[in-house]
């Protein structure tokens, strides 16, 4: 049902519907943002809409939701979490897990951290909490922002008819892939800080 209102929504109003739904769906709103964004290539593939304009809008959208997510970590961080944080369904607890995550990959998380759902939604937010400078967040956030966008409104155009239903297994590849990239970000950090540990020890 959500997925055929937001499909209504965008084939309505177009360039502003992909703006408006990728915007909230990066705040934290539970929508299907890569669904959407597939369905954009669709569109695209169709005639419906222009290749350009259509990944402007939806980098316009998804960079507008998580410098919104930015600033709500870096002004309110933890108490927006501790008393409405069960709305988005994010708990202290997963936030805590992304924030050792990010301590230990930090701008990174903020370009691979877009293909993977849940860590995107909450990137930005541990950045702003971290107190991550601006014009860094922008950097990384923005660029991981564009190559996701990119990326899956190409899937939809090049499945073409049949995105609908490969565009899930796709999906799924991607974020496995992503997933296993930030693993080996992860490993590389951790042994050259062990390394360094060793150095000094030395």
């Known amino acids: 049902m959500v ?20 915007m ?23 005639g419906h809409l222009q290749f350009f304009p259509a990944v402007l809008a939806a980098f316009l959208g998804s960079v507008s939701g998580i410098t919104l997510s930015y600033g709500l970590g870096r002004s309110l961080g933890f108490y927006l979490i501790k008393h409405y944080g069960h709305i988005i369904h994010v708990t202290e607890e997963k936030l805590q897990l992304v924030h050792n995550w990010f301590d230990r990959m930090g701008k990174w998380t903020l370009v691979f951290g877009y ?65 296993i990239f930030l693993v080996l970000i992860l490993i590389y950090f951790f042994v050259r800080q062990r390394r360094q540990n060793r150095r000094i020890g030395e």
């Open 115 to 179: 293909f993977v759902p849940g860590v995107r939604h909450l990137s930005a937010f541990v950045a702003g909490t971290s107190k991550m400078r601006m014009s860094l967040f922008a950097i990384f956030a923005y660029t991981g922002g564009l190559l996701w966008s990119v990326t899956f409104i190409l899937i939809g155009y090049f499945l073409s008819e049949k995105w609908s239903h490969e565009s899930g297994r796709v999906h799924h590849y991607i974020e496995a892939c992503s997933v």
């Open 3 to 22: 997925k055929k209102t937001i499909f209504y929504f965008i084939k309505h109003y177009g360039y502003a519907g992909i703006f408006s739904s990728l």
């Open 24 to 46: 909230f769906g990066i705040a934290g709103l539970p929508i299907p943002d890569e669904t959407i964004l597939s369905f954009v290539g669709y569109l695209i593939y169709k």
